[in-house]
Nanobody, 114 residues
Framework: QVQLVESGGGLVQPGGSLRLSCVGS??????MGWYRQAPGKARELLAT???????NYGDFVKGRFTISGDIAKNTIHLQMNSLNSEDTAVYYC??????????WGQGTQVTVSS
């Protein structure tokens, strides 16, 4: 059974930082990444990391978020800085297997509020 487990979400004040982590099991992944979904909005790409070390960021990330990790160890992280209220959302880890199947984690809530 393939699982992706996120951790590191929570409540943070505006301007603060959080580091999310995701650990996968049950599959070998070609790439892993982070997405988020705010209430009433579509799920959007934040960043992906491939097993070749290629990194792709969503257009709006603008240097505030940094993805890192080791795909061979099924582990990725997302460092998020300068958070604001618009970053409040459920953050999801995703992994694409070597068979091109997409898997999703359960999500972790990030709330930016004073």
């Amino acid at each position: 059974q393939v699982q992706l487990v996120e951790s590191g979400g929570g409540l943070v004040q505006p301007g603060g930082s959080l580091r999310l982590s995701c650990v996968g099991s049950g599959s070998t992944f070609r790439n892993m990444g982070w997405y988020r979904q705010a209430p009433g909005k579509a799920r959007e790409l934040l960043a992906t990391l491939s097993n070749r070390g290629n990194i792709n960021y969503g257009d709006f990330v603008k240097g505030r978020f940094t993805i890192s990790g080791d795909i061979a160890k099924n582990t990725i992280h997302l460092q998020m800085n300068s958070l604001n209220s618009e970053d409040t959302a459920v953050y999801y880890c995703a992994g694409e297997s070597i068979w091109f199947t997409q898997f999703w984690g359960q999500g972790t809530q990030v709330t930016v509020s004073s």
